[in-house]
């Protein structure tokens, strides 16, 4: 079972307030990474991190921003929700090398803005 | 346009019966895998083959890679309600700006009618 963690599971919040979602792990994976997936639709990366103090944004443009100050966690912030960021969050880590292996996955945040 | 376009987008069969997905991608890859989303939750690994290989197996799984044609197969054999779930496929893109990242396609969702 993977050790990769997120918090709140869900959350239902209004519009213009500042919301937090939560992402460790205890793997001690270099790598982590946020997507963003509407119900029955593809996943979109919005932000990765190769190690601590590095982040990157996705291919998919986001309102959110990420921070990476220790190695086990990756929070991404909205500071002023809107409707249309409702949507399912996922967190991802990996070990470090230069291709991509097997992903571990949190079991994702829903978010619903009103 | 996607990277990764899956096909069927919904699959439906019996249990015992064998199941058939299909992915194509569009640029080079260093390796493509296989995901599983049970409803509502976050995603699981289910396998991985590498640019230079061209099957490979994992229990009831089978995947086929055609780099020539750009695309993947993965077959679950003698299925199960269990595997009832949605399942994706994501490349690992060769090239420097883009190591680390996965590009996850629409994903087919699979039923397996007891």
């Known amino acids: 079972e993977a050790d990769i963690y997120q918090t709140p599971r869900y959350l239902v919040i209004g519009t213009g307030k500042k919301i937090t979602l939560e992402c460790s792990q205890t793997?001690?994976?270099?790598?982590m990474y946020w997507y963003q997936q509407d119900p029955g639709m593809e996943l979109h990366l919005i932000h990765y991190?190769?190690?601590?103090?590095?982040?990157e944004k996705g291919d998919l443009s986001s309102e959110s921003t990420v921070s990476r100050i220790r190695t086990e966690h990756f929070p991404l912030t909205l500071e002023s929700a809107r409707p249309s960021h409702t949507s399912q969050y996922l967190c991802?880590?990996?070990?470090?090398?230069?291709?991509?292996?097997?992903?571990?996955f949190g079991e994702g945040s829903r978010l619903t803005v009103l | 346009s996607q990277q990764g376009e899956e096909d069927p987008q919904a699959l439906s069969i019996q249990e015992g019966e064998n199941a058939t997905m299909n992915c194509s991608y569009k640029t080079s890859i260093n390796n493509l895998q296989w995901y599983r989303q049970n409803s509502g939750r976050g995603l699981v690994h289910l396998i991985l083959?590498?640019?230079?290989?061209r099957e490979k197996h994992s229990g009831r799984l089978r995947v086929t890679l055609d780099t020539s044609k750009k695309s993947s197969s993965l077959l679950i054999t003698a299925s199960r309600a269990a595997d009832t779930a949605s399942y994706f496929c994501?490349?690992?893109?060769?090239?420097?700006?883009?190591?680390?990242?996965?590009?996850f396609g629409q994903g087919t969702t699979l039923q397996v009618k007891p």
């Open positions: 793997m001690g994976h270099d790598k």
């Open positions: 083959i590498r640019s230079n290989e």
């Open positions: 994501a490349t690992g893109l060769r090239g420097s700006s883009n190591t680390g990242k996965l590009i």
């Open positions: 991802a880590s990996t070990r470090g090398g230069t291709s991509t292996g097997e992903l571990f």
């Open positions: 991190s190769y190690g601590v103090n590095s982040t």
